[in-house]
């Protein structure tokens, strides 16, 4: 099979098949949050995130065995891309087709940066500019005498398999709620809710997404339900956009939500979160290798258009495992690995890239950043500062390739660049400082109730997003709770003992003393006595073995998405 024709219709049937299983493990999420089966909808997860490699390579393989040598030809490719682009015109989710497209190609030809004759490459256009179709929703009037009534009907329309505990009790409770947090319309009050067909899952929840509308304004409404022992129930009603926007955070999983096309729910989710970037949209929905497109083609258009600035070392104290830099003007920052690691840590090149890979892969809770991993990425040397092109040829030239005017950066890790909490700790008024020490103990909890121990808890490795969360950046050193020991600090039994510089009992790999965490915080003693006093559990051995022993057995604590205060009774 040499035909160019034959070739892209190969190619577009290995994006459908790989389309169709997405979606049969997406569609599981139903019956896993009707059944309560939280351990299989995990596994799920793990599985749809592996499934796009598994088929890239299938496709790679079955290409390789009928183009034999043909397969690097480029002419042939050229081709192929040009009858594979009208295959699929007219398509609303054309763009993820041409990523999977994309990605075959670049594993043949291990292309570095770009390769604009067998690729497609638009760095100007978003691929939602021209989507006009309208995502498939329900659109319901709200009576304003009787609106329990329309949200009877709302909650009656998605249909499970498990009775809600009380409808007309959960139906007020919405229409109640609603009416509280949009008070402030005054003489506008709602009128209708429109919310999409497709139902969002993660984690132990599904949610209604949507908006609520008034005459002349919008609010964004998602309906939180939950499952537990007493049956479904609502149990929030988000109407704010920053928290809907944490709701579609880059620090949380992905969605489990079966949508026919994906590209026209990017365009109604746009409305609820208009500063949300396109490329998160895509992620946090599940489809992470357009998320990264999306990313590169942003950042590299803003790149080209600002020729003034350089890349320099990103703000913060400079890691042990990784050389950090950004672009001043961008809010993302990019990681390598650096060539050697100081004595005290005591990972792996391959230690690294794994870890990474595990966060990649677990359900992050709202604390851990999403992570990408890039290959490859061409950077002009003159865009460089000069101590940052330094620092890199001096501790990361394993990572490097120069090709003429051109830098090559063989693997770097691509975060959303947030504030370091160290630094925002010396910056902020003392009620402010407090507030986001507890939130970096809670995160603390939240991580280790979804099995995450991070390891370096210094306040350097997490950082402040926008709405004032704090979360956790710096994997090197994570690790499952249940690969950890949770040890008591042995009590000195005489002055040398007590005195000594170094430990004067056995330390094992994995041993862990959450007795001395306070002493390698380095916060100042007011914030670290604010806390202890109220996330004192994490300076108590026996909290995290008990936690420890719960998660050996697959019962991990419930963490909702959103503040107590924002649950409905």
Partial sequence: MHDASAVASLIAEAFADYHAQFAAITQRARRRFEQRHWSAARADAVERIALYDACINECRLRLQAVLG????????????????AALIEGQIDRELYKTFYNTLSRRFFQTRGVDAQVEFVALDIAPTDAITHPVARHSYAVSLKRPTDTFQRVLGDYAFDVPYAHLTRCAAAVAVRLQDELADWGQDPVRAIELLDTVFYRERRAYLVGRVLGESRFAPCVIALVNDEAGLR??????????????????????????????DAVVFLRTLLPHKPIDELYTVLGRAKQGKTERFRTFFRHFNECTHEQLVQAEGTPGLVMAVFTLPSYPLVFKLIRDRFAESKQVTRKDVQDRYALVFSRDRAGRLLDAQPYRSLRFPVARFAPALLAELRDTCAGSLEFEGEDVIIALCYVQRRLRPLNLYLREQPAEAARAAVLEYGQAIVDMARNNIFPGDMLPKNFGVSRHGRVVFYDYDEVRLITDCSFRDWPRAQDFEEQMADEPWFQVWPGDVFPERFAQFMGLPPALAQALQAVHGQLFEPGWWRALQAELAQGRYPDTPPYPPGLRLA
């Fill in 69 to 84: 040598q043909r397969a690097f030809d480029r002419t042939l490719w050229q081709a192929i891309r040009d009858h594979y």
């Fill in 234 to 263: 609502v149990d929030a009603v988000l109407t704010r956009r920053a928290e809907v926007a944490q709701l579609f955070g880059i620090s949380r999983s992905y969605f489990q939500a079966d949508l026919p096309t994906v590209g």
